[in-house]
């Protein structure tokens, strides 16, 4: 049977790993390239870089970085950032991406998720959504969380799907960065809505945040940042305590 | 030196940066002559099938890789690539594949519903390797090794080249083979350590 997925999450920035993407008071982490090994050795399942630069320069760094990472790191590596055109997914496909993450890019012009899909297919095209409550209603933000779209959450991750989007990767902006667990509600809200596989992202704290997580069918993988780049939390400790709770994992 | 096939289908780096990093030469190329005297052919493919036919049948390739074949080559087909390699295919109509192996190629999510499974597909993810018989490929894999798989459409009818299996609601023929033609639904490329593996074997198969 399939297992579930860890998937830890690096936001670069001027070619280094940082944290504090959406907020201010951005702390320097790591080298890419050696957080990648870290990552890979202790049983990651997938790798996910967000370029999170603001400049041509940083842009190119970020490449650099891609390429060195897929020469040496054979796990399917997720890109995103922004993503805006197929100039964009060309790009990161050709520095070694195996998936491109779209998320504001897709909001500006949904038709660049079926376009990108029926150029690099389905398994290619991850839909990225953040997602905050807004008067009791899922909203879908863009800009890095900042901007409310007034889009119905529910009704855009099924548009996705139904547009090609070959994964969701659903942040939920009200329990990131909290660490009190992922965001069940929205998580089972949106599983309704898709038939494709759901990245949940936001809100690890500890192990058994993953185990909640889990417990819902719905829910393919995990994702999570902070948690793992503090070494609070080891995947293979996590891993194993999983699968002492019945939950496939890949070990 | 081994040939990755270019047909214009797929992402080929991957498979050409894992193989360069197990030490193993390799060039990515649509020519015939390169084609004719590598040591090894690997033929990668994502996306639909008749697509990818078509392609390949426009690069005028096929009878290189027919002769190949019949000469020795040890071929292995990567997902779209080892479902090339069956007979022919359902995906979006009727397609006829290169039939270097008994078989054909169906779409699951009938199957799983009328075994009463709602399972997700495509199949995405990392599954264990459930191995039917000894095969040269498998030499460094052990029997519950996991494996990175995406896709929605599997081999069916293919018990004498069934290698390994995966289980997902449905037995998923995961690696196949038949004298020098192998091929592995899911990515070695992709599949960390044991898929390196998988390549390293491949790469030994004389």
């Known amino acids: 049977m399939i297992t579930k997925r860890i998937i830890p999450c690096l936001d670069i920035r001027d070619g280094r790993v940082v944290k504090g993407k959406n907020f201010k008071g951005i702390k320097d982490i790591d080298d890419p390239v050696k957080l990648a090994e870290f990552y890979n050795d202790s049983g990651a399942d997938e790798l996910v870089f967000y370029d999170i630069t ?22 399917p590596l997720t890109v995103g950032g922004s993503i805006n055109t197929i100039d964009d997914f060309d790009r990161v496909l050709k520095a070694g991406a195996d998936k491109v993450s779209v998320n504001t890019g897709a909001i500006k012009n949904p038709a660049l998720i079926s376009e990108a899909a029926k150029k690099y297919g389905n398994q290619c095209v991850v ?27 529910l009704e855009w991750a099924q548009r996705g799907d139904a547009s090609g989007a070959g994964e969701l990767v659903v942040n939920s902006i009200d329990t990131d960065g909290v660490r009190e667990g992922f965001d069940l509600e929205l998580l089972e809200a949106i599983g309704k809505r898709v038939t494709i596989p759901i990245i949940a992202s936001g809100g690890a704290g500890c192990k058994e945040h993953f185990k909640d997580l889990f417990a819902l069918d719905c829910i393919d993988a995990g994702l999570a940042a902070g948690i793992f780049h503090s070494k609070e939390l080891l995947i293979g400790d996590l891993k194993r305590y999983l699968k002492e709770n019945n939950i496939p994992v890949r070990i | 030196m081994i040939a990755i096939v270019n047909y214009g289908v797929g992402n080929l780096f991957s498979i050409s940066r894992s193989l360069s990093y197990i030490g193993l030469d390799n ?19 994502v996306g639909a099938f008749g697509d990818a036919v078509q392609k390949l049948e426009a690069t005028g390739l096929i009878p290189t890789l027919d002769a190949c074949v019949k000469k020795g080559t040890p071929l292995l087909g990567v997902c779209l690539g080892m ?9 979006y109509g009727v397609h006829t594949g290169l039939g270097y192996l008994q078989g054909e190629v169906c779409p699951m999510e009938p199957d799983l519903k ?36 995406v896709h929605s459409y599997y081999a069916k009818n293919c018990e004498d080249s069934l290698i390994a299996a995966a289980d997902y609601g449905i037995e998923v023929p995961a690696v196949v083979g038949a004298g020098n033609v192998f091929g592995c639904q899911f990515h070695p490329e992709k599949s960390g350590a044991c898929g390196l593996k998988i390549l390293k074997a491949f790469g030994e198969i004389k």
């Open chain 2, 27 to 45: 060039v990515i190329t649509d020519d015939k002559k390169t084609i004719e005297s590598a040591s090894h052919i690997v033929l990668p493919g």
């Open chain 2, 83 to 91: 479902q090339l390699l069956f007979e022919k295919s359902y995906e």
């Open chain 1, 54 to 75: 603001a400049s041509f320069e940083g842009r190119q760094l970020f490449t650099d970085i891609l390429e060195k990472v897929a020469a040496k790191i054979f796990i």
């Open chain 1, 127 to 153: 839909l990225s959504m953040d997602v905050a409550r807004v008067d009791g209603a899922f909203r879908v933000f863009a800009k890095g969380g900042r901007e409310n779209t007034g889009i119905d959450a």
């Open chain 2, 114 to 149: 009328a075994k009463g499974y709602d399972i997700k597909v495509p199949h995405i993810g990392w599954n264990a390797l459930k191995i039917k018989k000894d095969s040269a490929l498998l030499k460094f894999i052990k029997d519950g090794d996991f494996m990175y798989f």
